[in-house]
């Protein structure tokens, strides 16, 4: 796989797009990517909560093994072969939430005849997904599925001093533990934050401090409850 990085909070290092951040929620999903092409079949199932991180290891994957990435949605009207003609390693991604089963069927016989590799990701795990088909639930649910938990504390801090310093924009420590503290526990979440605080702060040409770190806070989550 492209480079690991495990970072402590206070770490500091402008990382590309490619690197990922590896703690206990996803080391499972890690390592099982990992051990790819020795998987126990052909397919392995990844799961788990939005903003979890499945897009970005999924990506890593994809480049690794040369594959190409499909949305569970547009696999229907698509044919196998055609798709197989661009790599015999391909990522289904959103799966769960409706799709072409027969599709799917198909693709995961090909590809197992010609001897690739079908990851699936989703939200749930493939026994928890609506399937009509018996063969391709009976597929499925043979297939090894490893899931990514909701990050931890340590590493939402680590995710913050990543984006901050991809920004070149000084935080001290005590900003990071108020956010914190006070933030939802998901990438997107600290990725939305980051962009606000940095926006913010040039804005009104100043420092990173908790009094604006209040402030975003504060309106994003004012933000937040307008659109529910």
């Known amino acids: 796989m492209t480079e690991q990085l495990v970072l402590d909070l206070g770490h500091r290092s402008a990382l590309g797009v490619e690197d990922f951040l590896v703690a206990p929620c996803n080391q499972d999903a890690v390592a099982w ?16 909560p939005a903003a979890c991180g499945k897009t970005h290891l999924t990506h890593i994957w994809m480049n690794r093994c040369a594959g190409q990435l499909l949305r569970a949605d547009e696999l229907s009207g698509q044919v196998p072969d055609q798709i197989l003609a661009h790599g015999i390693n391909v990522i289904v991604d959103d799966v769960g939430r ?35 088909l018996a063969d391709l639930r009976s597929r499925l649910n043979a297939a090894p599925a490893v899931a990514i938990g909701w990050p931890d504390e340590a590493l939402i801090g680590a995710v913050l001093v990543k984006l901050f310093a991809d920004r070149q924009v000084p935080v001290d420590g005590d900003v990071l533990a108020y956010v914190l503290a006070r933030m939802e526990r998901s990438f997107a979440a600290a990725r939305t934050l980051v962009t606000a605080l940095d926006s913010s702060a040039l804005a009104a040409h100043r420092r990173i401090t908790i009094p604006l770190a209040r402030e975003v806070i504060e309106r994003l989550n004012e933000s937040k409850l307008g659109r529910e």
Not at 33 to 48: E, K, Y
Not at 102 to 126: D, F, Q, S, T, W
């Open 33 to 48: 990517l990992d051990c790819w092409p020795n998987w126990q079949g052909p397919a392995l199932a990844l799961h788990g």
């Open 98 to 132: 409706g799709i072409d089963e027969r599709a799917l069927l198909h693709l995961y016989n090909m590809i197992a005849e010609a001897g690739g590799h079908l990851l699936l990701a989703g939200r749930k795990p493939p026994a928890r997904w609506t399937l009509g």
